[in-house]
């Protein structure tokens, strides 16, 4: 990868004057054949290496950021919800479609280094939360828990969040409830995940910006406009503030912030950034920009 030392001195330079939730390092480009189009990306736990979508197809391509190695993972597969364990197992999402040409979605997972490949929930019309934490995979199917350990031993559940109906759920020791901490009637629940240790919930709400509240729906707590979050630790959280005129995005900004609402952002504001995914240990953070490009922002931990 090539650094871009004048963009982090300019960075550096800029958030010089206000409180600092996390310290960059630098930002580098991530270098992806011309002809590849990155529409979001997702770094691994250990932070050396990617998963991308692209702008063209519904494949997922797996990018090592040691030697830049390549390859296609899968020719159908979402970016949504894509999860890689620590083993560097990728659990994606697949959807087919029946004879009456109605939707089913399925949790697969394929090892990049083998290619080896396994269905972890057959095709069902209410897949709801996945979410994985080491090697384990818990996935939320017509609103029960699926667990599967990828290494074989025993499945240690944790809370899953998800959206069913509308409605923000939890599930935990096997039971799904909803919780809907800003109430049931008019709201749109998105983007919900909860923390890495298992104690609050982080929601987006359409119109009102993104929250916290506690695993049981309680104390909803408004953290600022920051789209598509996702935890960095259990006290901070990154995502995107994002502009767009109707059609296209006409700005977007890569932010972290503290569940006590102290923002900080951390890309320039000449950079259309988006979709961040941080390292399991919050080390480094990959996002896309429209002009189909991946980044990669250092953090000095």
């Not at 939360?129 to 818990?138: C, D, E, S, T």
Request: proline share 5%.
């Amino acid at each position: 990868m090539k650094h871009f030392n004048i963009m982090a001195l300019m960075l550096a330079m800029s958030l010089a004057a206000s409180a600092q939730v996390l310290s960059v390092g630098s930002i580098e480009k991530v270098v992806i054949p011309a002809q590849i189009s990155v529409d979001q990306a997702v770094i691994a736990p250990d932070g050396k290496s990617l998963v991308i979508s692209t702008n063209t197809d519904r494949s997922l391509r797996y990018v090592s950021l040691d030697d830049g190695q390549m390859k296609t993972l899968t020719d159908n597969g979402s970016i949504l919800d894509l999860k890689i364990a620590d083993n560097g197992t990728v659990i994606y999402r697949q959807s087919t479609f029946n004879k009456r040409h109605f939707r089913f979605t399925s949790i697969q997972s394929v090892e990049p280094a083998t290619m080896a490949r396994q269905q972890l929930v057959e095709p069902s019309r209410e897949l709801g939360g996945v979410a994985v934490r080491g090697n384990q995979v818990m996935a939320v199917d017509n609103l029960k828990l699926k667990a599967q350990a990828l290494d074989n031993k025993v499945v240690e559940e944790v809370p899953v969040a998800s959206i069913h109906r509308g409605q923000l759920m939890i599930t935990r020791d096997g039971v799904t409830t909803a919780i809907n901490p800003n109430g049931k009637h008019g709201q749109s629940y998105l983007w919900p995940s909860v923390s890495p240790d298992g104690t609050k919930v982080l929601y987006y709400l359409a119109t009102m910006g993104c929250w916290i509240c506690d695993i049981d729906g309680s104390n909803p707590q408004r953290i600022g406009v920051i789209r598509a979050p996702r935890w960095i630790d259990n006290s901070t959280i990154v995502g995107m503030r994002d502009e767009d005129d109707g059609q296209f995005y006409t700005a977007s900004t890569v932010v972290a912030a503290t569940l006590d609402g102290i923002t900080q952002d951390l890309t320039p504001a000449d950079m259309i950034a988006m979709f961040p995914t941080p390292s399991a240990d919050g080390s480094k953070i990959a996002f896309s920009t429209p002009a189909g490009e991946v980044y990669i922002i250092n953090i000095n931990r």
